[in-house]
């Protein structure tokens, strides 16, 4: 499978089907995250990977309840994938000072999307989701009231392996040619 | 190439040979960057492709001098694509004002990660510019002062192949299993 090939492939999943994601594969996942570029190579991220069936149906109730439910399809998937960002380098820091640009998120972009595409590979489906209670996450999992959760990935086995089509911009609505 | 070959090929090239990149394989890159995911599908991104010769390196000397010298490199490379960051669609954006972090960077950290890898699977080799001067960019590209560009990507032709050691964190060091 070229790039292209798995990129068009890639689609969000919000309908699993049981099953147990191998440590091997999880760990490919993760290297695929691990080599990702990052501004001034700070690779601002930590990945709390909730593999257990029962710790992630009791993360799931906790992070896709109340004005979260819309994400309660996450509790079916195999496991849940919490992104943690990490305090970028001093000179990555300064750059996003000066430049009025959060890089950290770019570079959590990045990582994730490396991760995602190495899960679509392995045959996994996957979902970014980003609308959670980040609070009750935070206290389940332990994790520090200061840092910040901005994405939680589903993964696991997709009901339907049938591609949708992709609705997205016209290329030249999006690119200018100089 | 596998997916996790094509990542550990990816590496920052700041070492150009001369060469002009045919319309079709930037087409494709972008079609890459196109085709990835965003929150509530905004597309958050305009790509300005500037691949004709004397324009990018005039573009290149506004964006690479005084302070932002140390990126001088990029005039060599065969094009630069100047990322200019998009609004969010309404959704998108009171889920982002909600949870405190801005969506739209993470996506175009996915949408420009995707066109990185696919020049990467093209032969390409390239670079993510996160300090230039953005005003002097601006005023050259005409692109509204209130709009803001985040990154901009050398692209071209590598000088030297050879894959180096990527230094990053150990796998532990990132990542933990529940």
């Not at 909730?50 to 906790?62: G, M, Q, R, Y």
């Not at 595409?117 to 609070?135: V, Y």
């Amino acid at each position: 499978m070229n790039f292209l090939e798995l990129v068009k492939k890639r689609q969000s999943c919000r309908k699993y089907l049981p099953g147990i994601i191998k440590k091997e594969t999880m760990v490919r996942c993760l290297e695929a995250a691990r080599l990702a570029p990052s501004a001034c190579n700070s690779q601002p991220w930590h990945f709390i990977v909730v593999n257990t069936p029962e710790i992630k149906d009791n993360l799931a109730e906790k992070a896709f309840s109340g004005i979260y439910k819309m994400n309660a399809f996450a509790k079916q998937a195999s496991a849940l994938i919490v992104v943690v960002r990490e305090r970028s380098q001093f000179s990555a820091k300064l750059g996003s000072y000066f430049r009025g640009v959060q890089y950290s998120l770019i570079d959590q972009g990045i990582a994730c999307e490396h991760l995602i595409l190495q899960a679509e590979e392995e045959g996994l489906a996957t979902c970014w989701i980003g609308w959670f209670n980040e609070k009750a996450v935070k206290k389940f999992l332990g994790v520090p009231k200061i840092q910040k959760i901005d994405t939680i990935i589903s993964i696991g086995f997709a009901e339907n392996t049938e591609i949708r089509n992709k609705i997205r911009k016209d290329i030249l609505e999006m690119a200018d040619f100089k």
